[in-house]
């Protein structure tokens, strides 16, 4: 059971990065997928949310318009699509799935360093 993300990296303000999250030995279609992220001296922050059965979405209103995030339920994966990436975006970005039916899931990611500077 482990959630493995990937896609991270060092990147010039104003550019973008796609953000990969391989969920495996849980249904992944059951649970909800988040990304959060960490900042170093901050608190680990959700960013965006994506719900196992419609795909309804939220996001944090500092990364509305700039960010997306979707989800595979043939690859078992949630990706988080990042543009017009600011400075301020670099954290640690950690996945979660959750999910309380038909088993309970609560479950991080190893998270992926991101740094936006030029």
């Known amino acids: 059971v482990q959630l493995v993300e990937s896609g991270g990296g060092l990147v010039q303000p104003g550019g973008s990065l796609r953000l990969s999250c391989a969920a495996s030995?849980?249904?992944?279609?059951?649970?909800?997928m988040s990304w959060y992220r960490q900042a170093p001296g901050k608190e680990r922050e959700l960013v965006a949310r994506?719900?196992?059965?419609?795909?309804?979405?939220f996001y944090v209103d500092s990364v509305k318009g700039r960010f997306t995030i979707s989800r595979d339920s043939n690859k078992n994966t949630v990706y988080l699509q990042m543009s017009s990436l600011k400075p301020d975006d670099t954290a640690v970005y950690y996945c979660?799935?959750?999910?309380?039916?038909?088993?309970?899931?609560?479950?991080w990611g190893q998270g992926t360093q991101v740094t936006v500077s030029s």
């Open positions: 979660f799935a959750f999910a309380q039916s038909p088993l309970p899931i609560n479950l």
């Open positions: 030995g849980f249904a992944f279609s059951t649970a909800a």
């Open positions: 994506i719900s196992s059965i419609r795909s309804n979405t």
